[in-house]
């Protein structure tokens, strides 16, 4: 805690991203550096992590990282072919849900988390367009651990991008009409060997 009694500081230390047709706002720093170890640790150690699978040309193939899905009930989610069945919030992520919720003008009903156990995981491009996330979604993305690249791609210009480097504590929102016109990805890496804990923040619309 700091002395505001506060576990956060740097709240408002924000990057206004203007992209064509698409907006971001990133706060490096958003949880200091012991709250984010803190929340790294429990989170690696209490979240029912698992190895999920799609179904791709026919074949089950893992996804190459471990999720979960927590929430409201009846925030039921399905994407690559799989129905995520929300649990029930813990208190650490009611906790970071409520102090995120103010900054992004929207509420959230459910969060779904990625475990890069290391530079081999990773999440291909893709937009967060499920009809269930309405047309302008906005999605927090909040990152503990391993600093990795996040690289947005223009859909019909693919030699239009952008890229970050979501690094430990931050918060990224994505806004506007983002999920419509562009995809982002995490590729893999070889130069990091540590985790990498991604909560994305969502609104399901029952
Ligand atoms: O790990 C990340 O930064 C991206 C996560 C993501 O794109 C998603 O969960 O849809
Ligand atoms: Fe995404």
Redesign the pocket.
């Known amino acids: 805690m700091n002395a505001q009694g506060s576990f956060f500081n740097d709240r408002d230390a924000a990057t206004e991203i203007s992209l064509l047709n698409g907006e971001l706002v990133y706060y490096p720093q958003f949880f200091d550096t012991a709250e984010s170890d803190n929340c790294m640790r429990m989170l690696t150690d209490t979240i029912a992590w698992k190895q999920e699978s799609m179904k791709m040309y026919g074949r089950e193939v893992l996804f190459p990282r471990l999720m979960a899905w927590y929430g409201d009930a009846g925030s039921s989610y399905a994407f690559s072919g799989n129905v995520f069945t929300p649990q029930p919030w813990t208190p650490l992520l009611a906790q970071i849900r409520d102090r995120i919720t103010p900054l992004c003008g929207q509420s959230f009903n459910s969060v779904?988390l990625?475990l890069?156990r290391n530079g081999n995981d990773s999440?291909g491009w893709?937009a967060?367009n499920e009809p269930e996330l309405g047309a302008r979604p906005v999605?927090a993305?909040v990152?503990f651990g391993a600093t990795?690249r996040?690289l947005l791609r223009y859909k019909d210009d693919r030699s239009r991008k952008y890229e970050l480097a979501?690094q430990h504590g931050s918060l990224?929102i994505m806004k506007g009409t983002l999920q419509q016109y562009w995809e982002?990805?995490?590729p893999k890496t070889t130069k990091v060997s540590t985790g990498?804990i991604?909560l994305?923040f969502r609104f399901i619309n029952p």
């Open positions: 779904l990625n890069y999440m893709h967060d999605i993305s990152n990795r996040f979501l990224l982002h990805q995490v990498r991604n994305t």
